[in-house]
C-alpha cells in the first residue's frame, strides 16, 4: 500500500488540529500582594562627596599576607549635622560592608609602592561590627581614580582639624591675654609702689636734713 503524500499528510495534521482556545475575558488575581518596604542605610543624613568604583584589601597580619574584602564602590559621606565624614565600601552584588570607619585628623593615606592604581591607610574600622586597628589597599581602575580618592581623603582628614587647632589655639590666645592682663597690672602695682617708695625716702630725707639744720 502507497504512503501517504506530504501535501495529504499536512492537510490531515490541519484538520485534525484542534480549535483556539477562545479569551473569556477572566482575571486571575495573586495570591499575595507585596508591599514595598522602605529599606534603611543608614546614609540617609548623610551627604556623599566621593564615589568610585574600587576593590578593597585588608592586610593579614596572622597569614602576612593581603586578602581581598570585595569589589563595589567606595563612598565619603558627611554627616548633615556634626560635619564628621567616614568611609563607607559595600561589595557590589551582596551589598555587605567591606569598610566603616570615621576619617580622623591624623590619618594618612600614601600611594602603595609599585602601583600607581592603590593606596593604603590604617583605620579602627567597624565593618565587622566591632572596632578592629587595620591597613587596607585600595585599588582603582585608572591612575586618575587613585588620585582623585587620595586627594580628598587628605582633604577630608585636614578639614577635621581647624577644629581642634581653633579651640586649642583660641583657648592659648585666652590665656596669653589673660597673661598679659595680669602682667601688666602687677608691672603698674609694682610702679605705683616704687613711686609711693621713692616720695617716702624723699619726705624721710628732706626731714632730717631740716631737723640737721635746725640744731646747727
Known amino acids: 500500500m502507497a504512503s501517504k503524500e506530504p501535501d495529504q499528510e499536512h492537510r490531515e495534521d490541519e484538520d485534525a488540529a484542534p480549535a483556539e482556545e477562545e479569551d473569556t475575558g477572566a482575571q486571575i ?16 543624613n548623610e551627604d556623599p562627596i566621593l564615589d568610585l568604583k574600587s576593590k578593597l584589601y585588608r592586610f593579614d597580619k596572622e597569614g602576612n599576607q593581603w586578602k581581598e574584602r570585595g569589589a563595589g564602590t567606595v563612598k565619603l559621606l558627611k ?9 563607607v565600601m559595600r561589595q ?15 590619618m594618612t593615606v600614601q600611594e602603595h609602592a609599585g602601583n600607581d592604581k592603590s593606596c593604603l591607610w590604617h583605620a579602627s574600622d567597624y565593618a565587622d561590627g566591632e572596632l578592629k586597628d587595620e591597613l587596607f589597599c585600595i585599588r582603582f581602575a585608572s591612575v586618575k581614580n587613585c588620585k ?44 605705683e609702689e616704687k613711686k609711693e617708695t621713692e616720695a617716702t625716702e624723699k619726705a624721710d630725707s628732706e626731714k ?3 631737723e640737721a639744720a635746725s640744731s646747727t
Open 29 to 44: 488575581a495573586p495570591i499575595i500582594k507585596l508591599e514595598e518596604v522602605a529599606v534603611s542605610t543608614g546614609e540617609e
Open 148 to 191: 582623585t580618592f587620595m586627594q580628598k581623603f587628605q582633604e577630608v582628614a585636614e578639614s577635621q582639624k581647624p577644629k581642634v587647632e581653633n579651640k586649642d589655639a583660641s583657648a592659648a590666645a585666652g590665656l596669653l591675654e589673660k597673661l598679659s592682663v595680669d602682667e601688666k597690672k602687677t608691672e603698674d602695682k609694682a610702679g
Open 79 to 87: 554627616h548633615k549635622e556634626t560635619g564628621k565624614v567616614r568611609l
Open 208 to 210: 632730717k636734713d631740716g
Open 92 to 106: 557590589s552584588k551582596t551589598l555587605k560592608i567591606c569598610a566603616n570607619h570615621l576619617v580622623l585628623p591624623t
